[in-house]
Antibody, heavy 115, light 107 residues
Framework: QVQLQESGPGLVKPSETLSLTCTVS????????WSWIRQPPGKGLEWVAY???????NYNPSLKTRVTISLDTSKNQFSLRLNSVTAADTAVYYC?????????WGQGTLVTVSS | DIQMTQSPSSLSASVGDRVTITCRAS??????LNWYQQKPGKAPRILIY???SLESGVPSRFSGSGSGTDFSLTISSLQPEDFATYYC?????????FGGGTKVEIK
């Protein structure tokens, strides 16, 4: 069974870059599609980006100018970078496997943007 | 972007009740509608995909229906473990969007 685990700093300063990694086990990132979703505290879910096994990417238009998703097949990981962060980017960030729906989810990691 | 509107935003119900949550898309999404359940402090989990297909391991008391712009999730007999927040999500186009969520609370 595919499992996903997010990792990265829990605190990022305003205007800096948020960087997260999702490690996939029980499956290969060279197949399937992979995504990031976030959830501000007490609020709903927002899709951020996805990347396919061949490297094709798609971004939420509201974040497109600040976000990059990438794949590292040698480490079986995929990553998220979000630059110029503000307090509005404070959220639990989930990585997920994506087919016709978000089938497998990581446990989520809280990233707080604060000085 | 396709906007997804859920109603109600919250509801109170008793164990054994039949509960229906609705989701409306701002344009037709055919049958590309999925439902997730999220409990506090946990990641969402898929319940129903492509409007009415039950994910493996999900109890049969959950069902989904609809097409085009109007969809619903029904829990036929609410169980204690079903108290949670439910989200719809469209996968019709490449810009994936979620509804705002429906919190199901104990009456």
């Amino acid at each position: 069974q595919v499992q996903l685990q997010e990792s990265g700093p829990g605190l990022v300063k305003p205007s800096e870059t948020l960087s997260l990694t999702c490690t996939v086990s029980g499956g290969s990132v060279s197949s399937y599609m992979w995504s990031w979703i976030r959830q501000p505290p007490g609020k709903g879910l927002e899709w951020v980006a996805y990347i396919s096994y061949n490297g094709d990417t798609n971004y939420n238009p509201s974040l497109k100018t600040r976000v990059t998703i990438s794949l590292d097949t040698s480490k079986n990981q995929f990553s998220l970078r979000l630059n110029s962060v503000t307090a509005a980017d404070t959220a639990v960030y989930y990585c997920a496997g994506l087919g016709k729906y978000f089938q497998r989810w990581g446990q989520g990691t809280l990233v707080t943007v604060s000085s | 972007d396709i906007q997804m509107t859920q109603s109600p935003s919250s509801l109170s119900a008793s164990v054994g009740d039949r509960v229906t949550i609705t989701c409306r898309a701002s344009q037709s999404i055919s049958s590309f509608l999925n439902w997730y359940q999220q409990k506090p402090g946990k990641a969402p989990r898929i319940l129903i995909y492509l409007t009415s297909s039950l994910e493996s391991g999900v109890p049969s008391r959950f069902s989904g229906s609809g097409s085009g712009t109007d969809f619903s999730l029904t829990i036929s007999s609410l169980q204690p473990e079903d108290f949670a927040t439910y989200y719809c999500q469209q996968s019709y186009n490449n810009t994936l969007t979620f509804g705002g969520g429906t919190k199901v609370e104990i009456k």
